[in-house]
């Protein structure tokens, strides 16, 4: 249990907030590429509390302005595309990608103004069908050279959704292995569209991972520190017939890697609109056949409504929520995880009162998250701050299901881990 301060200090993401300041000593995802994809590139964007306007110029080249015009604080996102940059459609005030101002057209002729007047801005970049955002203090970063990062565009699918609850919440459902015994409980294991990752068969076994999930309720968590944050250990061990293995990971301070299969993996970040709301972006990263892009985003659009990305399922409806469904599926959600999942996370409130919990040993990478991050706000602009050295000489991380039949656990894992690397051919070999 934590007191007020405590989680204030948490879950706080704003301009000015020693959490703030955290979050923005890492890169974070600002937008989907595909947001910027129709005839006039430039959307509105709300990040870490701050309103900003995301545009590609006419050179192609991105950028990332704080949307109010510094003349009169007219919002640039309802600006032209013209001339190098955006244009306020109120007095023509000109900004190109870095801030600068070009043009104040209704000033007297011969006006130097624009030299003096410069406009917020933040680096920005485009990686494998998200736009990052740096915003913290100093030259940015090189990204981060997690296999996210450095895969081929074709083994990697990107896609977002909004969370009506603050981030802190979202982050810790996915550092929380014990959950899906639970939540992600099926009661057939047949597989279907959705929850595969928790119907397929496991290894050679032909067991259900569902039907483990269901048997063993209560697996065996460790901790390992890593360069990029921690890693998760879960062990189930099955009728002493063999050991279920399961690698996830925390990149502090808001992804997570988790294995959805045994080709593909999810890298999930969890970034504040400010401190009510979040966007969870996901990139689903392909070892084996390169992803059908096409296909997983006709999977997902229609459960969200555009452009905000927002669920259909919500507050408003109970998140689909049937006493019926219920003797079919666990949850009387329907089989969609995403579901499930964001269920979990709003259903607490949109800042989860943390003074009033109870954690348990099974919470543990949830403990540990905690702790680094309140030891990150000491001083976020330290190069000490997990990856924030030499980000792009981050690997990985591992995450995989495997299946331990000989007792060494971490060798099991490490091997086949190293086999799917070797045949992917891209991916750089295991470091830790």
């Given at each position: 249990?934590?007191?007020?301060?405590?989680?204030?200090?948490?879950?706080?993401?704003?301009?000015?907030?020693?959490?703030?300041?955290?979050?923005?000593?890492?890169?974070?995802?600002?937008?989907?590429?595909?947001?910027?994809?129709?005839?006039?590139?430039?959307?509105?964007?709300?990040?870490?509390?701050?309103?900003?306007?995301?545009?590609?110029?006419?050179?192609?080249?991105?950028?990332?302005?704080?949307?109010?015009?510094?003349?009169?604080?007219?919002?640039?996102?309802?600006?032209?595309?013209?001339?190098?940059?955006?244009?306020?459609?109120?007095?023509?005030?000109?900004?190109?990608?870095?801030?600068?101002?070009?043009?104040?057209?209704?000033?007297?002729?011969?006006?130097?103004?624009?030299?003096?007047?410069?406009?917020?801005?933040?680096?920005?970049?485009?990686?494998?069908?998200?736009?990052?955002?740096?915003?913290?203090?100093?030259?940015?970063p090189a990204l981060p050279g997690i296999d996210a990062m450095i895969a081929p565009?074709?083994?990697?699918?990107?896609?977002?959704?909004?969370?009506?609850?603050?981030?802190?919440?979202?982050?810790?459902?996915?550092?929380?292995?014990?959950?899906?015994?639970?939540?992600?409980?099926?009661?057939?294991?047949?597989?279907?569209?959705?929850?595969?990752?928790?119907?397929?068969?496991?290894?050679?076994?032909?067991?259900?991972?569902?039907?483990?999930?269901?048997?063993?309720?209560?697996?065996?968590?460790?901790?390992?520190?890593?360069?990029?944050?921690?890693?998760?250990?879960?062990?189930?061990?099955?009728?002493?017939?063999?050991?279920?293995?399961?690698?996830?990971?925390?990149?502090?301070?808001?992804?997570?890697?988790?294995?959805?299969?045994?080709?593909?993996?999810?890298?999930?970040?969890?970034?504040?609109?400010?401190?009510?709301?979040?966007?969870?972006?996901?990139?689903?990263?392909?070892?084996?056949?390169?992803?059908?892009?096409?296909?997983?985003?006709?999977?997902?659009?229609?459960?969200?409504?555009?452009?905000?990305?927002?669920?259909?399922?919500?507050?408003?409806?109970?998140?689909?929520?049937?006493?019926?469904?219920?003797?079919?599926?666990?949850?009387?959600?329907?089989?969609?995880?995403?579901?499930?999942?964001?269920?979990?996370?709003?259903?607490?409130?949109?800042?989860?009162?943390?003074?009033?919990?109870?954690?348990?040993?099974?919470?543990?990478?949830?403990?540990?998250?905690?702790?680094?991050?309140?030891?990150?706000?000491?001083?976020?602009?330290?190069?000490?701050?997990?990856?924030?050295?030499?980000?792009?000489?981050?690997?990985?991380?591992?995450?995989?299901?495997?299946?331990?039949?000989?007792?060494?656990?971490?060798?099991?894992?490490?091997?086949?881990?190293?086999?799917?690397?070797?045949?992917?051919?891209?991916?750089?070999?295991?470091?830790?």
């Amino acid at each position: 249990m934590i007191d007020a301060e405590e989680n204030r200090l948490l879950t706080e993401s704003g301009p000015g907030t020693p959490g703030g300041a955290v979050l923005r000593s890492y890169w974070q995802p600002a937008a989907l590429a595909e947001e910027l994809a129709d005839e006039r590139p430039i959307v509105p964007v709300r990040l870490l509390g701050e309103n900003l306007v995301l545009f590609r110029d006419e050179l192609g080249e991105l950028g990332l302005l704080d949307h109010r015009c510094p003349h009169r604080g007219a919002d640039l996102a309802a600006g032209r595309l013209e001339d190098g940059g955006v244009r306020c459609t109120f007095h023509g005030w000109l900004f190109n990608r870095d801030g600068a101002c070009l043009q104040t057209p209704a000033e007297p002729t011969g006006s130097e103004l624009h030299t003096r007047v410069h406009q917020t801005s933040y680096p920005v970049v485009e990686r494998n069908g998200i736009i990052w955002a740096w915003m913290g203090e100093g030259k940015a970063p090189a990204l981060p050279g997690i296999d996210a990062m450095i895969a081929p565009p074709e083994q990697v699918f990107a896609f977002k959704g909004l969370w009506d609850c603050n981030w802190l919440q979202a982050h810790e459902v996915g550092i929380d292995p014990s959950h899906a015994s639970f939540l992600h409980r099926f009661l057939d294991d047949e597989e279907e569209q959705y929850g595969l990752q928790f119907r397929a068969a496991l290894g050679e076994t032909g067991l259900a991972s569902t039907k483990l999930l269901r048997e063993i309720a209560n697996p065996e968590i460790s901790v390992e520190p890593t360069d990029y944050g921690f890693r998760l250990v879960s062990l189930r061990n099955f009728r002493d017939e063999f050991t279920h293995v399961r690698v996830t990971n925390c990149l502090f301070p808001n992804a997570i890697t988790i294995p959805m299969s045994g080709e593909m993996t999810i890298t999930q970040w969890h970034v504040p609109i400010d401190d009510e709301r979040c966007y969870w972006y996901s990139m689903f990263v392909s070892y084996g056949e390169p992803v059908d892009a096409a296909k997983m985003r006709a999977q997902r659009i229609d459960a969200i409504e555009l452009p905000l990305y927002e669920p259909i399922t919500g507050r408003g409806n109970n998140w689909g929520f049937d006493p019926a469904d219920q003797r079919n599926t666990y949850t009387g959600m329907g089989p969609d995880i995403n579901v499930h999942d964001q269920w979990a996370v709003e259903s607490q409130g949109k800042i989860h009162d943390r003074t009033r919990e109870h954690l348990t040993p099974s919470d543990v990478g949830i403990r540990t998250q905690r702790r680094m991050f309140m030891a990150a706000l000491e001083d976020p602009g330290e190069a000490t701050l997990v990856g924030a050295a030499d980000p792009g000489a981050l690997t990985g991380p591992a995450a995989i299901d495997a299946v331990d039949i000989d007792g060494d656990h971490d060798k099991c894992w490490r091997d086949l881990e190293t086999t799917r690397r070797q045949a992917a051919g891209w991916a750089p070999a295991l470091t830790d």
